[in-house]
């Protein structure tokens, strides 16, 4: 069963908030190997939310250290709060494409 990870994090600024989010738009496949989608949200001038799906609480377990060392990397940044469990719903459009 998919397991997802909601991260919180604060920044000391809002440049230190889109530094994080542009390495993670350019760079979460190398970062996190094993992820299978993430998603970053600003949440406000020096915050975003983080939501990250992986196959399963082992694979999520992993990436742990991986976000604690894209932190450390970058500074400026510090996790307020994580939730996780497993994936109970998910729907996404498909997008319609003529022939």
């Known amino acids: 069963m998919s397991y997802l990870r909601v991260n919180l994090v604060d920044f000391e600024s809002m440049q230190n908030r889109d530094d994080s989010l542009d390495r993670i738009n350019k760079t979460a496949s190398e970062m996190f190997p094993d992820i299978e989608m993430m998603l970053g949200i600003t949440t406000g001038d020096k915050s975003c939310m983080t939501v990250s799906i992986y196959a399963d609480k082992e694979t ?3 990436a742990v250290d991986q976000r604690d060392k894209h932190f450390l990397d970058l500074g400026g940044m510090e996790l307020a709060v994580a939730f996780e469990g497993d994936l109970k719903a ?3 459009r498909e997008h319609i494409k003529s022939e």
């Open 60 to 62: 999520a377990s992993k």
């Open 90 to 92: 998910f729907y996404k």
